[in-house]
């Protein structure tokens, strides 16, 4: 009788326990589609967001409008006593829950020639993308590789980790990590049916390109046009799909063509 009122217990658990998504950088931008994307898809969403109040806000408020599920927490993912108390402080509210799905979206850019870079252009843009990434990823691979479920990383990198750009040589080297540590992490995770994986955009209508020269730029690309935010969250959509579940330690580009 014992063993049975055990097993109606793991049954209730697994019953009430709801999977997550959590998007760093998730208040603009791609981070922005994508938080809207999940919400589509009808998984909870945690928007995770640095500084921008107004801007997290107005994602929750969209996402409430479709009948989404949102949270948004603010903290800085460079920061490793910030995350910690922030995704501890969610773990507290959500007992049987847990984050089965992240995206490392975060990144900053401080674009210079290297010879001209401050320590801070240097520091601050490693410390946002790869600093973060380690410290928001290892506080939740624990449960993701101990629920039977399992779960799904997509890293962004980008366009600039695969072919470097000048005056970039910063924001080149922390994208270039980014897809080291997805495929080595994927190694590490694959038999707990946890995938990781490396989105990388091209040139991307969002607050980061605002400033290049589009027209010009375009000329470079196949397609003659700049990505939309969307196109890059229907990827990262699949990515964290069942239908990708074969998929690990993969870098996928979504560039227009542009190499």
Known sequence: ????????????????????????????????????????????????????????QEVSDA??????NVTVLKFDVGD??????????????HPDDYIAYLVNNAGISRDNLMF???DDDWESVIKTSV?????????????????G???RIVNMSSLSGLKGLAGQTNYCAAKAAIIGATRALAQETATRNVTVNAVAPGFITTDMTKDLNEEELKKLIPMKRFGKPE??????????????????????SINGGLF
């Open 131 to 147: 600093n973060g990434l380690f410290y928001v990823t290892r506080f939740l691979l624990p449960k993701m590789m101990s629920r």
């Open 80 to 93: 490793k006593e910030e995350v910690e108390f922030a995704l501890n402080a969610w773990e507290k509210t």
């Open 1 to 56: 009788m014992q063993q049975i009122a055990w097993a109606r217990r793991e049954i209730e658990l697994i019953i009430v326990t709801v999977k997550y998504a959590l998007v760093t950088g998730g208040s603009r931008g791609i981070g922005r589609a994508i938080c809207l994307k999940f919400a589509e898809l009808g998984i909870p969403t945690i928007v995770g967001y640095h500084s921008n109040d107004l801007a997290a």
């Open 116 to 118: 001209m870079m401050t």
């Open 149 to 151: 479920h399992g779960g």
């Open 231 to 252: 196109e890059v969250a229907d990827l990262v959509g699949f990515l964290c799909s069942d239908k990708a579940s074969y998929i690990t330690g993969e870098v996928i």
């Open 63 to 68: 996402i409430l409008r479709v009948g989404g």
